[in-house]
């Protein structure tokens, strides 16, 4: 079992920056896929960003379009922490933000996930 509690939410102007975290109870942290979703009001749930294992101490990025050159995720496998960089907000950038784990190859697609956080409010104010 995986526990992820995400924080860092709240509101921002357009144009600023935030940084989320989320912290997995689970002692085997570096061989999880990581991915944060969001999900905006009346909207379905989406992607936003995964970070992926490859073997050795060697991670994969990937981003949807929508926040490619402006988010930003990381890991920190010694803290049991993967991160979040928002910079340049937008205002439809305004969700609530889940943070996902999984011990599969991991994807776009929420159904690969098999842990999520209980999400963290982020409004971009315009």
């Known amino acids: 079992q995986v526990q992820l509690v995400e924080s860092g939410g709240g509101l921002v102007q357009a144009g600023g920056s935030l940084r989320l975290s989320c912290v997995a109870s689970?002692?085997?942290?570096?061989?999880?896929?990581m991915g944060w979703f969001r999900q905006a009001p009346g909207k379905e749930r989406e992607f936003v960003t995964a970070?992926?294992?490859?073997?050795?101490?060697?991670?994969?990025?990937h981003y949807a379009n929508s926040v490619r050159g402006r988010f930003t995720i990381s890991r920190d496998n010694a803290k049991n922490t993967v991160y979040l960089q928002m910079d340049s907000l937008k205002p439809e950038d305004t969700a609530v933000y889940y943070c996902?784990?999984?011990?599969?190859?991991?994807?776009?697609?929420?159904?690969?996930?098999?842990?999520w956080g209980q999400g963290t409010q982020v409004t971009v104010s315009s």
């Open positions: 996902a784990a999984t011990s599969k190859v991991s994807s776009s697609n929420y159904v690969s996930y098999d842990y």
């Open positions: 970070i992926s294992w490859t073997g050795a101490n060697t991670y994969y990025a």
């Open positions: 689970v002692r085997t942290f570096s061989r999880y896929n």
